[in-house]
């Protein structure tokens, strides 16, 4: 048999690789796995402990995920060819770096902003024997882990593929990859939040954007803020101790996913006044509508420098939780009501002769001077590159949330930015509004953001050639106002592997293609405990295109 | 202590009954439960094993179900309230009927729509002691152990009200309160649907209409019609067999719910195509949309003799399978141009000299007549009372699904109704289209139906008195196109509930006070395994009304 190669921007057939390789080769030669199939560590002396753990990790996948081929026999017919297959012994991965301590996937994974090379190549022959993984990092070499798990399917216990020869070469088209989980409106659990984190190492998302805390609860325990915690979380086993956190982080990185913690400040801030109301300008002030986007109402103090003290300090103690090189002081949806009806506020800026966006700035500088001191950057909502008169370092990182329309204004004034519109990325529009008495009311950002709206995004649309190399990629969003464990994952799921592909492989995929790729993401992940929905019928899954528009 | 008694009919505390009955008294005093709390039958001597089950459960779920009261402190600073309460004993449950032999609540069920008498009274004292629970028959003692079980908060280990005495007289304002489940577009395991049953028993649902088969699987198994299932299911895996069905209808039951099993004909037919190409016009026929509202197309030859004394056959088969009074035929989205250009449709129309709508004539009252044989009830959708040419029996009942606003047209000619329409119930609108390359699409049913939206319905609007006895209640339904196991439970619960105690408790209630009682359902299904989400951040659930429009 003479295999037919050819090269496929986009697959022809279902072929589960998400996202899809920068290249991708393959054939139509039937191999199976051994049962005795094993990962093989070549040329390196001391084996990072999370590479190990990945490669184990693998190696059960390939054994558990049971995937059937999306077709209407699920297989079947292909059984003669399967079981007289030839058969793959192992794989070998080898890292081009040949002599001295190898980087784990941690380290890799909180180098910082693309700091760490993510690019690996893959090789599975033909003809059995052996597969080759290269790569320059162990990181790389965790990516093409991945995408070596995705390569099978399953057929009376048979591990096998259709598509033999199969040749990659792949790296990342932006640097950050992101999926951002709110934890304030509604807690989730530490189990919740590291099953997620291995779904995102699924489709190779690398940063985890945790929107921790909020006006509604405070969970996160920091160190010498305990009370902020203490009053402020739901209850005292609704909290995220550092030992959590540490524990998060670590699982997350070596899943090759860095953890950029978000302390949303000034505004979002109102349950820290159970703790300190000293803080706290126009708490739970009543009608909320007048003082915050939603209840409850409450902000800091910005213009006081005892609050700014205390912002920074806290911001310090934060830092140190979280050794990811990011980290978000928020910024979003500043209510300059609050502050007009704020006796203290009034009288600080009174007596330092400011405006309120003097005192905004002066706040501003005193917190971030504090991150960058710990050698973080910071990363802030659109709003405090494009509505405040805020004086930002040029390192700072913008986040897009209000509109799409808005990327270009921000790249104008040279900021590195993150795509995060509502308009295209928020997976929690469309659930109606959530008010308790709004009963014709509909979710603010109607409507629900489908996988193909993300999918579909353009990430440099009119943006000049210098602007767009300030993109430094995107993520999905999940505010949780009507979230909990009950449906994060069949809300996140497969929705959010859109934007993982969109910022891994670059724009352009065509969604008709990539459908029969995502179903095989959303049963795949079914297959290893994560609730993925079904994006349509089983029918259209096991019939690609069927079910488009004009089949 | 003397009992400040007084009657709401709207709580103005949280208080977890859901339905809210029709009459409650409550007091002010806390009541506890003994550790050794029992609930005793009297004055039966034959106890039907499906009541003493229900009663065994009850008294597990006030072990397990440690719900906190939803208020800040969580109920703490009633500890002392709670640690010095009266205890009560146990719950004496008593029939009104003291000899003969007792119908089980299974029976009662089962024994047609409204000839079950499902009211009862219950008495919770406030010095302890026993409560009293009696009712006419097992099915009104079960509906009211599951009101008993909504009375109880845990704190610390203790299960507690601040409410007693505690007085409720109820009965249901409608006999149909439903709940459709679609397991075609998407198969669901029993288990789930067990599940969703004791979900469904919760709030007093009484109907699990079942639409089990439709154009894209027939995972039910009939005897003499295995064929259907071995060709038509997604996978021999997939499948309801007979066994699974009598579990289902006995499971159903015994929680007081009555299982009304869909076949839908002759539309939404097209995977008959498979076992029975001879039956079905323009199968998988291109391009779809010109054939059939979503794919595949394919509708049962109506025209032919062959085919209506098939379908006949399998509506004997079928209704041998499922005990219940009522059985839907459906009749929704019936394509023309697919029998315009059906050559064996248009043959047996011209021989028969009959139009289409003369042929449907024939078509149903050959199959619904196989029905009434049975001593089955034919449930119909709207279409089959408003723009066919049927002469339908004036048993039929008339589920109206495309718009509310067309619930007069069908009870002006008289037929009883259920109300399902799209406008307000349809639980999967506003999940965006799920075509595969509709990039902007969203929902054909947009916006998302809130719980608020199903609840503000008011059933009897635009109907004359007359009229508005035809009504036998209505439900909450899901289209499986973007549901499987993974969402099932989040997609449905607690909205589902608004319809529950709508066509329960009768119109009229306030969200605002609704919105507190919702938010306990939500957390109890939650304690119990069923996977409820939050409607709004936990921050709101604990204060009631703070999260209103204007609070």
């Known amino acids: ?54 490669i184990q990790r693998t190696t059960n996948f390939l054994k558990t995920d049971k995937l059937q081929a999306l077709v209407p026999d699920r297989g079947a017919s292909s059984s003669d060819a399967v079981t007289s297959a030839k058969v793959l012994q192992s794989l070998t991965a080898k890292l081009s770096q040949t002599s001295g301590s190898v980087k784990s996937i941690s380290e890799g994974a909180m180098a910082g902003l693309g700091a760490s090379d993510e690019s690996y190549t893959l090789q599975v022959p033909a003809n059995g024997g052996t597969a080759t993984l290269t790569a320059n990092t162990a990181l790389g070499l965790f990516r093409g882990l991945i995408t070596f798990g995705q390569l099978w399917y399953d057929l009376d216990g048979t591990t096998y593929t259709l598509n033999a020869p199969i040749q990659i070469t792949d790296s990342p088209a932006y640097p950050y990859r992101g999926f951002m989980l709110d934890t304030s409106r509604n807690y989730f659990p530490v189990d919740d939040i590291k099953r997620t984190l291995d779904a995102m190492s699924w489709v190779k998302i690398n940063h985890l954007h945790w929107h921790i805390v909020d006006s509604q609860s405070f969970p996160l325990v920091v160190p010498g803020f305990e009370e902020l915690s203490q009053k402020g979380a739901y209850s005292s086993s609704q909290v995220y101790t550092p030992d959590n956190v540490k524990d998060i982080v670590a699982y997350a990185a070596a899943r090759g996913i860095d953890v950029m913690v978000e302390i949303d400040t000034p505004g979002h801030t109102a349950i820290i006044s159970k703790s300190h109301p000293e803080h706290i300008a126009c708490p739970e002030a009543s009608p909320w509508s007048q003082f915050a986007n939603e209840p409850p109402a409450g902000q800091l103090r910005l213009a006081s420098p005892a609050t700014t003290q205390f912002t920074a300090n806290l911001f310090k103690a934060v830092s140190s939780m979280f050794p990811s090189k990011l980290l978000s002081t928020g910024g979003d949806e500043l209510n300059t009501n609050c502050y007009a009806k704020d006796g203290p506020t009034q009288q600080d800026l009174k007596s330092q002769g400011k405006t309120l966006e003097q005192a905004l700035d002066t706040f501003t500088q005193a917190t971030h001077s504090v991150l960058e001191a710990s050698g973080k950057t910071p990363v802030v909502w659109e709003e405090m590159a494009l509505e405040h008169q805020v004086k930002l370092s040029n390192e700072t990182i913008v986040l897009v949330w209000i509109s799409s329309q808005h990327v270009a204004a921000v790249a104008q004034k040279g900021f590195r930015l993150i795509h995060a519109a509502s308009d295209f990325f928020y997976l929690d529009c469309g659930a109606g509004d959530w008010l308790g008495d709004n009963i014709n009311g509909n979710s603010w950002c109607d409507p629900f953001k489908t996988w193909q709206k993300s999918y579909s995004f353009n990430p440099t649309d009119g943006l000049t050639t210098t602007q767009a190399k300030l993109v430094v990629g995107g993520q999905q969003l999940l ?43 959303a ?29």
């Open 1 to 54: 048999m003479i295999a037919l190669l050819y090269t496929f921007l986009f697959f022809p057939l279902a072929f589960a690789i998400w996202p899809r390789p920068q290249n991708l080769t393959t054939g139509t030669i039937p191999l199976r796995l051994s049962p005795s199939f094993s990962i093989k560590l070549s040329g390196v002396s001391q084996v990072p402990k999370d590479l190990s753990d990945a």
């Open 479 to 521: 505010w949780a106002e009507q979230s909990g464990p009950s449906n994060l994952d069949s809300i996140v799921w497969p929705r959010a592997a859109a934007s993982a592909e969109l910022f891994w492989s670059g724009p352009g995929g065509d969604v008709r293609t990539a459908l029969p790729r995502l179903h095989e993401v």
């Open 523 to 551: 049963y795949r992940f079914m297959q290893r405990g994560v609730r993925a929905i079904p994006l349509q019928p089983q029918w259209c899954a096991l019939r690609p295109g069927a079910c488009d528009i004009d089949a």
